[in-house]
């Protein structure tokens, strides 16, 4: 039997995660976003939508250990997976020791945590985002896109229809304009609320967010992330009150850009193009 298959017959042999999760009584906490997927089924196939795991798999919040399992079930060479609730640590010690090796835990905050700086590359981040933090977490790792080969996320249906927008759509804002600069992302499939543990009350949606080796325009991240913030805050305004504080409607005709707009008018190309008027 090959490394990988003893590995996976280790796993497989492991009681069923609910057991696990009920014998050691792990409650799921609210304040961590926690709610849980048991069925192997549905996280190998988030696992397998990732393609293939070589280099290093970064898991954030593996929690009991779902798609940890599925991750390492599926082929990654390495996961890596950082939690903050210290009690999945011994939910999670048994399949730590089946994974010889190929799974480390850090326990600690995923937002205090230099994500790119894990492992080695190719890099991954795959995750079933605990939903208070979800954004905060994504807009940190778009700041180093390019460290990643790619990232497939759970987002409630909600954001994940933001994040894939395109110009004209009616979610199309800030989220869009950050993640379309960098890559290109797509809704792959839903998960409904009963798949998870507790339910949650919305449908989740997992997302694929695959980098772009350049952004596609020009422009520095932290001005596209002041401007698209103060456009999108009163996203019903024109433009020219919306930034006024950025220096209103002559900034944005030096960018070429009618004051008189909406910020739904305008496409990542524009937006990037106000962004280096600031930078200027
Ligand atoms: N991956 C598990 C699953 O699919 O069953 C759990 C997913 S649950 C939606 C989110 C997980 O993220 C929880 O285990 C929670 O404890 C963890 N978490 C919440 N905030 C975190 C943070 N700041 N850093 C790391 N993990 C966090």
């Known amino acids: 039997m090959s490394d990988l298959n003893k590995t996976n017959a280790a796993i497989e042999a492991l009681p069923p995660l609910a057991a696990m999760v009920r014998a050691l009584d792990m409650r799921a906490r609210k ?19 990732a393609g293939t795991l070589t280099g290093t798999t970064i898991e954030v919040g593996p929690g009991p250990g779902g798609l940890t399992r599925a991750l390492l079930l599926d082929g990654a060479e390495t996961v890596v997976a950082i939690e903050k609730d210290f009690r999945a640590g011994i939910v999670l010690d048994p399949l730590l020791a089946a994974a010889d090796g190929r799974l480390e835990l850090i326990e600690g905050d995923a937002l205090k945590t230099p994500l790119w700086d894990i492992g080695t590359a190719p890099r991954r981040i795959i995750a079933n ?11 940190q790792w778009l700041e180093h896109a390019s460290t990643f080969e790619s990232m497939t996320l759970m987002f409630q249906r909600e954001v994940a229809e933001r994040i894939t927008a395109v ?40 997302v694929q967010i695959r980098p772009l080796p350049e952004p596609r325009f020009p422009c520095d991240q932290k001005a596209l992330e002041t401007v698209t913030r103060l456009a999108f805050g009163q996203r019903r305004k024109m433009l020219r009150a919306s930034l006024k504080s950025l220096g209103g409607a002559s900034m944005l005709e030096n960018a070429g850009i009618d004051p008189q707009s909406r910020p739904q008018d305008l496409d990542i190309a524009a937006f990037c193009r106000l962004a280096q008027a600031l930078d200027s």
């Open 129 to 139: 985002l605990p939903y208070n933090i979800a954004t905060s977490l994504l807009i």
């Open 31 to 49: 304040s961590l976003g926690q709610n849980f997927l048991f069925d192997l089924n549905l996280t190998r196939r988030i696992a397998r939508s």
């Open 167 to 206: 110009p004209g759509d009616s979610a199309f804002g800030r989220l869009s304009i950050l993640t379309g600069w960098l890559a290109d992302a797509d809704i792959l499939f839903d998960i409904p609320p009963e798949a998870f543990v507790p339910p949650p009350k919305i449908i989740s949606s997992v």
